[in-house]
């Protein structure tokens, strides 16, 4: 681990070999948090595949089968949903390579199609899943 961080190395080398290594394993992307009392900086290493079977599993008995249509960035956005609770603009521009106004519409539409759900507004947004689907479901089911 310390030769991933860059321990004795030239001060900040350790940071690309980290974001490399956790790419190449096809993890989660680390988590940098700024802290600003005290002044710290946080590194959270997942070593949780982008997209685990068992939040795929979630995602299937919450929305059905049709959740396996979804792929790419939309399936990443409502796995990263379950796995933490919610998700948001910022944290998904740090997992998938996009814009922050592509990532909006891509929220937007998931919201419209009612696997989400919006939380505040602005760029307080956060989002969650969408359990009320999960009652609609079960009842259409009987």
Known sequence: MFLLLGYGEKAGSGSTRIMNAWEGAHWRKPLINVLPRPDRVELCLSMEQLLPQKSINKLISVFGEEITHLYGDGLI???TAEMEGCVSNVRLQQLINKHSTE?????KDLCNEGYLVAEN??????????LREEKKLS???F
């Open 77 to 79: 956005a409502l796995t």
């Open 103 to 107: 990532i909006s519409q891509l929220l």
């Open 121 to 130: 507004k602005g760029r307080w947004t956060v989002y969650h899943l969408n």
């Open 139 to 141: 009842k259409e089911s």
